[in-house]
């Protein structure tokens, strides 16, 4: 049983920042709406996720552990509409293959908390009480322990703990309605707090992508038909040499789609340098229905079912900003 989660973990599992996407997507799931995040040395020696989701019954304990078990589709038509984060049930069986997986959890409704780890070559799930408040808790120790081959391939813990900051940054300009804390080596690196308005979400923002970019940027808010794209959008002067402040999200999902990039370069044009890159936290809406994002999770790409119209929704609206910005 181990071998074969450590081979499907190769697909999940890559580095500290993956595995922290991961649990930070199923305390997303939970409903949770704080989450801290702990790590020390760059993850690669502890992970520490919490949250006040829902939390995991006793007896569901073993089953979240193994793989394909999810609790999150009931059938396949499920995957039409699917709304949560992940659906796989591969995450958990993965990453606990790879690493010291500690699972703590208290569903409101259960009196006391239950702690599961899974062990050794068949991965035997042992059970025991433990003090906890309602949610979850997981720990992940000494990532690739098992694994030296993959062990070699993490960088410096200073690299490591970069790829999990940029990963919380993502995630946090999508849920601005969450709140959330990394600490790193025991000291607090990042707060974003729960934020409920306009001017709340713009603090967030400034604090993912710096005060200037705010002080740079043009609030974009626009519908039509079923579609809506929010966000700002830096002004042309704010042109930045890489692309490393694009963030766009379909149905408050991170992408990083084709189609999308496109478009927005599009509208910025004749209006940027050739060598430079916008800069832009954009959100776009749009019936379920009207797009597929099962195309492959991990790669941040989505289907839309009328991409041309998508396409020049998105490009009319920005190059609309960006010209009431000249005049
Ligand atoms: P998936 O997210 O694809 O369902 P995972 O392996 O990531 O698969 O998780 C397995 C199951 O464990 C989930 O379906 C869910 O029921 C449960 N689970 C995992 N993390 C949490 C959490 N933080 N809070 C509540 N339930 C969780
Ligand atoms: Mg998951």
Redo the contacts with the bound molecule.
């Keep these: 049983a181990r071998l074969a989660n450590q081979i499907a973990a190769g697909e999940v599992v890559e580095r500290p920042a993956s595995v922290i996407k991961?649990l930070i997507?199923?305390?997303l799931?939970?409903g949770?709406t704080n989450v801290h995040i702990e790590v020390e040395k760059g993850g690669i020696k502890k992970i520490r996720i919490s949250?006040n989701?829902?939390?995991?019954a006793k007896e569901?304990l073993t089953l979240?552990l193994s793989r394909h078990?999810?609790?999150?589709i009931k059938d396949l038509s499920d995957l039409e509409a699917i709304n949560s984060l992940?659906?796989?049930?591969?995450?958990?069986?993965s990453i606990s293959s790879v690493a010291r997986l500690t699972l703590t959890?208290k569903p409101k409704e259960q009196a006391t908390a239950w702690q599961a780890t899974a062990e050794g070559r068949d991965m035997e799930v042992s059970v025991k009480p433990a003090a906890h408040p309602d949610g979850?808790s997981?720990e992940v120790l000494d990532l690739f322990f098992n694994t030296p081959a993959r062990r070699k391939f993490l960088r410096t813990e200073k690299t490591e703990f970069h790829h999990i900051d940029e990963v919380i940054r993502r995630i946090a300009l999508a849920r601005f309605d969450v709140s959330f804390t990394l600490t790193h080596n025991g000291k607090l690196i990042r707060q974003y707090r729960l934020a409920t308005n306009q001017a709340q979400y713009a603090k967030r923002v400034a604090m993912v992508c710096g005060q200037k970019f705010i002080d740079n940027a043009i609030e974009v808010e626009c519908q039509h038909d079923n579609m809506t794209l929010t966000g700002w959008l830096a002004k042309p002067s704010f042109a930045r040499s890489q692309n490393d402040l694009c963030y766009s999200y379909v149905n408050s999902r991170m992408m990083r789609d084709k189609l999308i990039n496109h478009a927005i370069r599009q509208a910025y044009a004749d209006l940027l340098p050739h060598d430079a890159y916008p800069a832009f936290v954009l959100f776009l809406t749009l019936d379920h229905a009207d797009v597929d994002v099962n195309v492959h999770p991990a790669k941040h790409e989505v289907r839309f079912h009328q991409s041309r119209y998508v396409h020049d929704f998105i490009f009319s609206v920005c190059q609309q900003a960006l010209q009431s910005e000249l005049t």
């Design positions: 991961e997507e199923n305390s799931d939970a949770a949250d989701g829902c939390g995991i569901e979240a078990a999810t609790s999150k992940g659906f796989r049930g591969e995450a958990l069986a959890s979850t997981i």
